[in-house]
Structure formats: C-alpha cells, structure tokens
C-alpha cells in the first residue's frame, strides 16, 4: 500500500510535519488511489472511458463505487454528496448519509453505483433561467469522471464530495461545468484537425488553466461590525483614507505572521485535496494577497479555484479573518482580480502556445497564435459580457485594472515577427528565421519581456495568454468557456482555410504561411502594446472599430448577437435555449447585487449613521451651550461648522429618500433589460451620492460617536 494510504491525514496540522508530496491529493480518490483500489479490467475500463468522454457502464460505474465508499469509509466518512456549480456561481451540495435500513432496527452503510453516478438534488432552488419549469423541478447530477472525488472535512466528522455536471430532464445545462467540458471538447476536436497538418497525430488537445486569485483579509470582528461588509462583501461607505497611506512597500513586503499562518493553514488544505497551491504573496493594496496554483486541465482548474474559494472564507474564519473576495471592497485602494492564465497542450503535455526549436514548430505556434487572435477579435465584446458583474464594473476601466476594451499585448520581440510578416518582408532576419524554413529558430520569446505591460486585458506572457479582466469573485468556467469556443471556432475557420490552400496546389508549409498572413492582418486592430489604462486608448480603440462595454448594462447585449449565438451553438456547446437562461441570469444576477447593496445601505443611514449624527450634533451644541453658560464667547465659526454638518445630514436624509424611491421604481419595471438599466442607472447614481454624503458625515463626526469600523482600521496591517 502506498505511503499516501498509511498516513493518518487528519493528524496532519502543519505543513512541516511531512513532506507535501507525501500527502498531496490524500483526500481524493485519485487516480493513484483507483489504480491501486480497483480491478485491472474496472480500471482500463475506467480509464477509456475517460478518455473517449463516454459514460461508465452500470457495472464499471458499481465498482468503482463500491471501491469509493470502502476508501471514503476508512477515512472516516459518513455522508456523501454531489457537489455541483449551479449558475449562481457558487457551490451547492446536499448531504446525505452513507446509512440505510439492513434489516428492521438494523442500520448498514450503502453506496451503489447508481448513487454514484447520478444525484437528483431539488433543483427548484437553482437558478435555471427559465430552463426548466417548476413542475418539472427536478434535474440530476452526473458525476464528472475526469474531475477526482474528495473529502471535506468538518468540524465533527468527514463528508464525501462527488463532483458532478447538473443537467436538466432533457439534458439541458444547469450549470457552468457542462458548457465547460463541451468546449474543451470542441477546441480539443479543432485542434487535433489543425495538428495533423504539422504532422501531429495528437488524440486530444487540454486546455489548461492556472488562476492567480486575489483577495482582501480583514480582521473578523471588526468587519462584523459592518453590515456592508457582511452581506455584500464591500463597503458601501467610508471615507477614503488620506493620501500617502498606502504601504507601497506592502506588495512583495513580508508576509505579517498572523496572515502567513492563515495562508498556511490553507494550503495544507489545498495540499490534502490535490490542489497544487503553489505561490503566495501580498498584493498592491494594503492586506491584499494573491494565492496562485500551478496550472491544470481547465475543468480541474475550475472546481479546485471553486474549491479555493470556499477554502479562503471558512479557513479565515478560523483565523479571525474575513476574506473579502470582492472586487472592489474599498473605494479609492485598488480592486482584486483574477488573472486567467490559459494554454494549450496535447495529450503528450505539448505546449501549443509555446514558440518552439524548429521552423515547423514555430510555424505551429504561429498558428495556434494567430486562431487566438482571430477568436479575440471576432469575440472580444464576448469576452466582455462573460467577465460583467456588479463587482467588476467598479474595477474595469478604473485606473488601477484592465480596461474594459479587449486588446491583445504580445511583447515588442512578438509583434516585431507579426508585422514582418504582415508586410511579407523576406528580407527581415526574424521572419528569415521563419520563411526560410531550412534554418534558425523562432527567438526564444523573453518571458520578462512579454510581462511589463500589466494595462493589457489579454496578454500574450511567453508560452500562455493571460485573461486578467477575470474578476476575483468570479468563477473561471464561463470566461474558459468562452475562450475555448471561440478559438475553437477561429481554428475551425483557419483550418479550412488552409484545406482549400493546400486543395489548390499550394505547398503546405507556404500555405500555412498564406493562412497564418491573412490572419495577422485581419486581427490586426485588437493587437495594441500601449497604455491600456490612458484616455489616448480609448480614443483609438474606437478608431479602430473595437467594441467598448463600459459597464454589465452594454456588456450583456452582445449576448443578443447573432455572431454570439453561433460561436456557441455551431459546435454545441450551448444551445440558443441555453444561452438565453444564461443571460437571464446574469441580469437576475446584476439586479440583486444592486439591490442587496440597497438595502443595506439604507439600513446603514437610517438605522446607524444618520442617528449617531444627530446624537453627536445635539452633543455638540450641548457642549457649545455649557461654553455660553461659563460666559465663554462661542466663535462663530464653531457654529458653523455645527451648521454645516446638520445641513448635510439633511442633504443626506433626501438623498436616502431617493435611493428608497428609486429602488422602488427600477423594482417596479416588468422588462428584464429595462429592469438591469435602471439599476445600473438610477439606483447606482442614487447610492453614489448618498454614499457621498455620508462620508462627508463621517470626516466631520465625533470618531467615538461614528458608529462603523473606518477604513484606516480595516486596512491596518493584521497583527
Ligand atoms: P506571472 O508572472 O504572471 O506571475 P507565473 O509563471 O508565475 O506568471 O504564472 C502565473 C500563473 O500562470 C500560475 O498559476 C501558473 O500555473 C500559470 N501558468 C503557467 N504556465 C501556464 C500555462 N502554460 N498554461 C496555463 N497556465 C499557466
Ligand atoms: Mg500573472
């Protein structure tokens, strides 16, 4: 038996007690772990059947869970669930026991194959927008074979998780994971076409993933003190704090104990459930960090950011922490984001991003290069509705993120190679290197040089672009799905481009050069190397035709489009029906956002800030009144400022009377798209100014009367 099985896991509580390789994955029925628990036929059988994509036979499928019970059992398991990302964004799972009746008064643990392979959680909770009538609430959860079962532990016992694909009756995509695998399978099938004119003969291309995840800690108890911070996971107020305050030295600075012993509990975490953590540091902001795996197939990199996720709120909890995963937590610092990395490889773990030794492999990578740029530039408004939020509208096209216009950054070396060959220049030594296939390689692509510019949304950094409009509370499934489909598609396009090439007599290497040509040109405009973040920018973007979504409310109309539908239904990977569920909730989404935000707001000003004003001000002048009765002269500018402060809480009063009105309008409206442009519109602006208003109030009040945690006291290093 392997090391990993005779270690007691849960007697692991240091990251120094074993070596990491000892115990990574040891809570999950991995591969490892299958290959040694299962027979040799259930296993090869097991195996094929990932690879083809199909489904277990009912007698594979009772194996293996026979050998998953038996393994979760000895682990201490007592229930089981299929754990499944519904289209809320967040997880969901239901428990259910391993027990049964044996025989009358006589309970046995039970797990059959069918269990294991298919879940019918009530769906009629889940967001289907619209995808499944409430009669027929019921959809199923289908286990995803690729992606490993674990265990979860809890305070008092263990849990069984089961990652599953949730579909409805007929089939339909009830969550995010089934579009996922759909388009990793349609970029793999492109691919693998595209390969065999380099004389690859891959089986299947992976699209690989790895998530850098920023986030904010803040110490628990005084973040419980504000009910922003608790039920919208922001503040809604606060006045900035001053200038200069800002810890330059905190990004890269060490790590302050309190936080280090945080990050390390979550990583052993992530270690017992084979999630591969493997970088951790502080961000810009004060008491921002990141946390960055090492990449994986995108379908694994999903769950286990998913996982990562859930793991960063409860093991900060435990901390005394709150972790805010929200993109813009605090006005006037910077937001957090989530940079998607995304490549992709053979089956044989070839990089197909990655410039190579020989002409024909540079010439592969040109082409895999120049499908990337195609789908950006077909797709780039879809990019955009796939990374809309509430949360991520306050960060795109600030100063401080990605601008919300899709360009593609590839480095001067890159970009030096495209526009040779855009002008068919022989004479230029590096596209020598290229055309003149008998000698040279590709200059080996500087990843230092690729990584300066941190303003470009897509960026090209050595072997991988980088999605970096991602926002950190997002989850990755959509953006990757987007992305796969639509290279999927671009390749689709290039690849039959180059069929009627080499049908028409041309030489096959000078026809993927004709190929790879007129793509350079067509996506030319998307390919910018400046400022992403200057006014300058968005001038010439819209010179070029680029499309710029400034906020959800423009982002989530590109759903509409013809051009959108097809890149998705085209190769199956959601259909029209599917898609129109999607953007129905992705309004649904946007709208509740807003209005929870709302509601706690006005509960804010009318329940806590607005009284303590009025307090501190009769306070004030009783304090002014006791000056005059000692025969002191009161200054008028005391007076005054008295004055002043209850002006503004009278300003602030009406504009919370039109926060409530406005609310109560936008609630009010019957269409959906009309609905989301009014609170993008008038609610916003209304919680805008009066958040405006109150944090005047709070510069003016008495701090010991002011009645929330200030941002000066959140952002102070956690010691
Ligand atoms: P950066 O300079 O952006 O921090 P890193 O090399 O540290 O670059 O990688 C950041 C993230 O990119 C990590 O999560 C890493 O696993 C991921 N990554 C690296 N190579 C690839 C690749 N070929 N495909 C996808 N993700 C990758
Ligand atoms: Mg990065």
């Known amino acids: 038996m392997a090391k990993t099985q005779a270690l007691d896991t849960s007697s692991i509580s240091r990251l120094d007690q074993t070596r990491i390789s000892q115990y990574f994955g040891c809570n999950t029925f991995s591969e490892r772990t299958m290959r040694e628990r299962l027979q040799k036929d259930v296993h090869k059988a097991y195996r094929q059947a990932l690879k083809r994509g199909e489904a277990l036979s009912p007698e594979v499928a009772k194996s293996v869970a026979l050998a998953m019970k038996?393994?979760?059992?000895?682990?201490?398991?007592?229930?089981?669930?299929?754990?499944?990302?519904?289209?809320?964004?967040?997880?969901?799972?239901?428990?259910?026991?391993?027990?049964t009746w044996d025989e009358p008064g006589q309970v046995v643990e039970r797990f059959s194959g069918g269990q294991l392979i298919q879940g019918e959680p009530d769906a009629s909770s889940f967001p289907s927008g619209g995808l499944r009538a409430t009669f027929e609430a019921r959809g199923y959860t289908a286990w995803d074979p690729a992606s490993p079962a674990f265990i979860m532990e809890g305070p008092l016992g263990k849990t069984l998780c089961i990652p599953t694909a949730f579909v409805g009756y007929h089939g339909e995509a009830l969550d995010h994971k089934v579009p996922l695998l759909r388009s990793m399978e349609a970029l793999s099938r492109r691919s693998v076409e595209a390969l065999r004119h380099f004389g690859v003969n891959a089986e299947a291309v992976v699209a690989q993933c790895g998530p850098e995840q920023e986030y904010f800690a803040v110490d628990l108890e005084l973040a419980q003190q504000r009910p922003?911070?608790?039920?919208?996971?922001?503040?809604?107020?606060?006045?900035?704090?001053?200038?200069?305050?800002?810890?330059?030295?905190?990004?890269?600075?060490?790590?302050k104990e309190r936080v280090l012993g945080f990050m390390q509990a979550v990583e052993l975490e992530c270690f017992k459930l084979g999630i591969p953590a493997k970088t951790r540091h502080n961000e810009v902001a004060p008491n921002q960090f990141e946390i960055a795996p090492i990449y994986e197939a995108a379908n694994l990199a999903s769950d286990h950011n998913q996982l990562l996720m859930e793991l960063l709120k409860s093991v900060g909890e435990r901390h005394g922490l709150a972790i805010l995963l929200h993109e813009k937590p605090f006005a006037g610092v910077n937001g957090s984001g989530k940079h998607v990395?995304?490549?992709?490889?053979?089956?044989?773990?070839?990089?197909?991003?990655?410039?190579?030794?020989?002409?024909?492999?540079?010439?592969?990578?040109?082409?895999?290069?120049?499908?990337?740029?195609?789908?950006?530039?077909?797709?780039?408004?879809?990019?955009?509705?796939?990374?809309?939020?509430?949360?991520?509208?306050?960060?795109?096209?600030?100063?401080?993120?990605?601008?919300?216009?899709?360009?593609?950054?590839?480095?001067?070396?890159?970009?030096?190679i495209l526009e040779a060959i855009e002008k068919g220049d022989a004479a230029d030594a590096s596209i020598?290197?290229?055309?003149?296939?008998?000698?040279?390689?590709?200059?080996?692509?500087?990843?230092?040089?690729?990584?300066?510019?941190?303003?470009?949304?897509?960026?090209?950094t050595g072997n991988k672009f980088e999605f970096r409009a991602v926002g950190s509370s997002q989850p990755i499934a959509l953006p990757l799905t987007v992305i796969n489909a639509a290279v999927a598609e671009a390749l689709e396009g290039l690849n039959a481009r180059l069929e009627a090439e080499i049908e028409a007599g041309k030489e096959p290497k000078a026809a993927i050069m004709v190929v790879v040509r007129q793509a350079i040109i067509?996506?030319?405009?998307?390919?910018?190397?400046?400022?992403?973040?200057?006014?300058?920018?968005?001038?010439?973007?819209?010179?070029?035709?680029?499309?710029?979504?400034?906020?959800?409310?423009?982002?989530?109309?590109?759903?509409?489009?013809?051009?959108?539908?097809?890149?998705?239904?085209?190769?199956?990977?959601?259909?029209?029906?599917?898609?129109?569920?999607?953007?129905?909730?992705?309004?649904?989404?946007?709208?509740?956002?807003?209005?929870?935000?709302?509601?706690?707001?006005?509960?804010?000003?009318?329940?806590?800030?607005?009284?303590?004003?009025?307090?501190?001000?009769?306070?004030?002048?009783?304090?002014?009144?006791?000056?005059?009765?000692?025969?002191?002269?009161?200054?008028?500018?005391?007076?005054?400022?008295?004055?002043d402060q209850a002006t503004l809480a009278g300003e602030a009063q009406g504009l919370l009377s039109a926060m409530k009105a406005a609310l109560a309008t936008a609630e009010a409206i019957e269409d959906n798209h009309a609905r989301t442009e009014a609170f993008g519109n008038q609610v916003n602006q209304a919680k805008h100014a009066l958040r405006e208003a109150?944090?005047?109030?709070?510069?003016?009040?008495?701090?010991?009367?002011?009645?929330?945690?200030?941002?000066?006291?959140l952002l102070s290093p956690l010691l």
Request: aromatic share 8%.
């Open 228 to 255: 922003d911070l608790m039920f919208a996971n922001r503040t809604l107020q606060g006045a900035k704090p001053p200038k200069g305050q800002e810890l330059e030295d905190h990004y890269f600075g060490s790590i």
């Open 432 to 460: 020598q290197r290229i055309l003149d296939l008998g000698i040279g390689n590709l200059p080996r692509i500087e990843k230092d040089a690729t990584d300066r510019n941190r303003t470009s949304p897509f960026a090209f």
């Open 70 to 99: 038996e393994w979760a059992l000895e682990r201490g398991c007592t229930h089981f669930t299929h754990w499944f990302l519904p289209m809320t964004g967040a997880t969901a799972e239901k428990h259910d026991a391993f027990i």
């Open 522 to 643: 067509e996506t030319k405009a998307i390919r910018f190397e400046g400022n992403g973040y200057s006014d300058a920018w968005k001038v010439e973007a819209e010179r070029r035709g680029l499309p710029h979504a400034k906020d959800t409310v423009a982002a989530l109309r590109i759903w509409k489009d013809p051009a959108s539908k097809a890149v998705f239904s085209r190769s199956g990977i959601l259909s029209e029906g599917e898609l129109e569920s999607r953007l129905h909730i992705r309004h649904e989404q946007y709208q509740k956002a807003i209005a929870i935000e709302t509601q706690v707001l006005r509960e804010m000003a009318e329940t806590q800030i607005l009284p303590s004003i009025t307090a501190d001000l009769g306070a004030r002048a009783g304090s002014l009144g006791k000056l005059a009765a000692a025969g002191i002269t009161v200054p008028e500018t005391l007076k005054a400022a008295l004055q």
């Open 341 to 416: 990395n995304w490549s992709l490889a053979t089956d044989e773990g070839q990089n197909l991003l990655e410039p190579g030794k020989t002409p024909e492999e540079n010439l592969q990578f040109l082409y895999f290069l120049s499908a990337t740029l195609k789908a950006i530039h077909t797709h780039g408004g879809l990019l955009r509705a796939a990374i809309a939020s509430a949360g991520n509208d306050h960060r795109l096209g600030a100063n401080e993120a990605p601008p919300a216009i899709m360009s593609a950054f590839l480095g001067a070396q890159l970009s030096h």
């Open 694 to 713: 109150l944090d005047r109030l709070e510069e003016a009040c008495d701090a010991d009367r002011w009645p929330l945690p200030k941002y000066w006291q």
